[in-house]
């Protein structure tokens, strides 16, 4: 059974669509992330959900705009897709949502804007 | 701002070597944790050592923290070709406020090659 699984795992699209990537965690976790992961490998943080309730947002552009239907569901929803935001996102899970938990990794979803 | 910075950025080795691995960061922390990131796959956790830990094993892996020196080593002995992967160390930053978020910053990692 996968842990955290996202959806879909590659995207093309074009510059100016809107696009959704999905993720689901089966672990009963209460903290979900969403991270991006450029060309170069730098992952950085984009949000963070504890129990639906957003805690995190890291100076990302009001473009993308994470929902959480629930603690076991985080969508990341990408308006006015740009060629900068070709990456790849992961979404991720923790138990809680304090220091000291490690936290589970999607297989990441490969987005490219042409 | 990017907090920790691993050392070397590649590294190859051959099949039965130790790979040791550096990583540096720049505010004070709760947790320093360890990455394995596999080609085209997401990040799969390999050790978490608190900020008033010095040290800590779990199989082949040994994790060393150094608080004053702001830096934290990875060891894999007796390296075997499945170890190839991108290897990133994380830090949970102590910025004074609880950090509820679980909020992570990575490096950029280091790129282990196994030959056999």
């Known amino acids: 059974d996968t842990a955290v699984s996202q959806t879909p795992k590659y995207l093309v699209t074009q510059m100016g669509n809107d696009k959704s990537i999905k993720c689901e965690q089966n672990l009963g976790h209460d903290t979900m992330y969403w991270y991006k992961q450029d060309s170069k490998k730098f992952l950085k943080i984009m949000f963070s959900?504890?129990?639906?309730?957003?805690?995190i947002n890291e100076t990302v552009p009001n473009r993308f705009s994470p929902k959480s239907p629930d603690k076991a569901h985080l969508n990341l929803h990408i308006n006015s897709l740009e060629l900068g935001d070709s990456a790849v996102y992961f979404c991720?899970?923790?138990?809680?949502?304090?220091?000291?938990?490690?936290?589970?990794f999607g297989p990441g979803t490969r987005l490219t804007v042409t | 701002s990017q907090q920790g910075e691993e050392d070397p950025q590649a590294l190859s080795i051959q099949e039965g070597e130790n790979a040791t691995m550096n990583c540096s960061y720049k505010t004070s922390i709760n947790n320093l944790q360890w990455y394995r990131q596999n080609s085209g796959r997401g990040l799969v956790h390999l050790i978490l050592?608190?900020?008033?830990?010095r040290e800590k094993h779990s199989g082949r892996l040994r994790v060393t923290l150094d608080t004053s020196k702001k830096s934290s080593s990875l060891l894999i002995t007796a390296s075997r070709a499945a170890d190839t992967a991108s290897y990133f160390c994380?830090?949970?930053?102590?910025?004074?406020?609880?950090?509820?978020?679980?909020?992570?910053?990575f490096g950029q990692g280091t790129e282990l090659s196994v030959k056999p």
């Open positions: 050592i608190r900020s008033n830990e």
């Open positions: 994380a830090t949970d930053p102590r910025d004074g406020i609880y950090n509820q978020g679980g909020k992570l910053i």
């Open positions: 959900y504890n129990n639906k309730e957003l805690i």
């Open positions: 991720a899970s923790s138990l809680r949502g304090g220091p000291y938990y490690e936290q589970y």
